[in-house]
């Protein structure tokens, strides 16, 4: 192949400039199933070290990998590493380097086109790039790529493609490799910066369709006199409450939990203590089917009103204690609920009252943790085989002893003794600042401000299924 057929792929430099350094030069092409045993093993070796930016290219498991040789005059001048991911239903590539003596010259782009049009099934592409050399965040861009993140001076970009024969856009590629990106522990810090970008965009979203649902304040609706009757640790710190002290449900939490424990063929989700709009709302917006039983009809009807001013058709909250409610016709493939915490919280009804068996409002914890553990186990007889509960709890303190409850803790013997495995323990973390303030008071108690909530994710069924069952991520 002349290069001077390829100048209308070349970005980095004028293509009469290109066509007036190669027009005497033949350029070719070698496909490898891997580099690793081959004789341009060493050259690659070699080169990917010299490069600095393909240094990666030199270790063994990218040796294994496919490869594209570029011969100029017959003379090794640069290579591609790059992989068809067949789960994961991703094309990978991985790194790109010219020698020296071909440097600039626009062959960069050449390779890249090379590269993707091994790409046969037309899978997305996933790249991670520096911007510092001619294999740029420019090159990319004019293949079609678009940058998904910015870690330090290294580009996450995606290409869309076609799985399944239905076509997928790079946003849809990029968005669970992104939110992993942000926390990809089991702690996760909704005080950082990307994490608060993207609740609040959730947020707005609410707040849009409370607007045009006409309920006030969507993102608690109907809560009345919630934490510490006083607006909570926000007013304790500024002297202002926030939300009058209710505690609001992360929608980016939502999110996470759907994208990442949801099977692949999973359709419909459960929460047997309803309570705001967030989860009911994320998953609606993701076209999942979604019941929650609430006891608490103004509850009921402002998340109602909410989801479908976004005309969510099939999300419901259901006037119902959980306790009671089990119905042998319907299955779920997630059970998401983040319950009351003891004492914490004052929910109440239109009239101003508690409503019948509002958690909050049982004498005692044991009488509080027995109703709550009864919506549990009719979730897990609703629950399919194969699939995960999530509850996101926290413990609260015995007002005469200062102890806690330990609800965590009882929560995950409880689901071990129905037999599901607890699979994850997740830390969330809250912001500190209002949390510290607090210490003040209660360090002569030798209390210290708890600052986090447990997300304890219990799998149901053969823990062996879940790589063939759950979408494959892919690359990072």
């Known amino acids: 192949m002349r290069v001077n057929d390829q100048i209308n792929l070349f970005s980095t430099i004028d293509a009469e400039e290109v066509k007036r350094r190669t027009e005497n030069l033949n350029i070719d092409f070698k496909f490898l199933e891997q580099t690793k045993g081959s004789e341009y093993e060493q050259l690659v070796k070699d080169l990917a070290i010299a490069d600095h930016y393909a240094r990666r290219a030199a270790r063994d498991k990218f040796q294994k990998k496919n490869s594209i040789i570029m011969l100029i005059d017959n003379e090794f001048s640069g290579f591609g590493i790059f992989e068809t991911d067949n789960r994961a239903k991703q094309f990978y590539v991985w790194q790109i380097a010219i020698t020296d003596k071909w440097k600039g010259n626009g062959l960069a782009k050449v390779i890249v086109e090379k590269m993707l049009n091994q790409n046969k099934k037309q899978m997305p592409a996933v790249v991670t790039v520096y911007d510092k050399n001619e294999v740029s965040l420019g090159l990319f861009k004019s293949c079609g790529f678009e940058v998904y993140q910015k870690k330090g001076q290294v580009f996450y970009m995606t290409r869309g493609g076609i799985v399944d024969g239905v076509e997928i856009k790079a946003n849809d590629v990029a968005r669970l490799k992104k939110l992993l990106g942000i926390n990809p522990t089991n702690i996760w810090n909704s005080a950082k910066g990307e994490w608060r970008i993207e609740k609040q965009k959730w947020n707005e979203l609410i707040e849009n369709a409370g607007m045009l649902a006409e309920v006030s304040n969507p993102t608690y609706a109907s809560r009345e006199g919630c934490w510490q009757k006083d607006g909570g640790l ?48 994320v998953s609606g917006f993701y076209d999942y089917e979604y019941l929650a039983t609430e006891i608490r009809q103004n509850q009921c009807d402002a998340n109602n009103s909410i989801c479908k001013a976004y005309q969510m058709k099939n999300v419901n909250w259901l006037l119902y204690d959980s306790s009671t409610y089990y119905d042998e016709s319907k299955k779920f493939d997630m059970i998401f609920t983040c319950p009351p915490y003891y004492l914490v919280e004052d929910y109440r009804d239109y009239d101003g009252v508690k409503p019948d068996k509002e958690l909050n409002g049982l004498s005692s914890y044991d009488e509080f943790r027995e109703m709550l553990f009864k919506g549990y186990g009719n979730a897990i007889k609703m629950l399919n085989d194969n699939c995960f509960f999530a509850i996101m709890v926290g413990d609260s303190r015995d007002p005469k002893t200062g102890g806690y409850y330990c609800a965590e803790a009882e929560t995950e013997v409880f689901l071990k003794q129905q037999g599901l495995h607890v699979y994850n323990r997740i830390v969330y973390l809250e912001t500190q600042f209002t949390r510290a303030m607090q210490t003040k008071s209660t360090i002569k108690s030798r209390k210290l401000p708890k600052c986090e909530q447990k997300i304890i994710l219990a799998y149901k069924g053969n823990t062996n299924n879940i790589q063939a069952l759950y979408e494959d991520i892919g690359r990072l």
């Open 234 to 281: 926000a007013k304790f710190a500024t002297g202002e409450a926030l939300n009058d002290g209710a505690s609001v449900l992360d929608p980016f939490v939502c999110e996470l939990v759907l994208k990442l424990f949801m099977p692949k063929n999973g359709k419909r989700i459960y929460n047997p203590f309803g309570g705001g709009v967030q989860m009911g709302f």
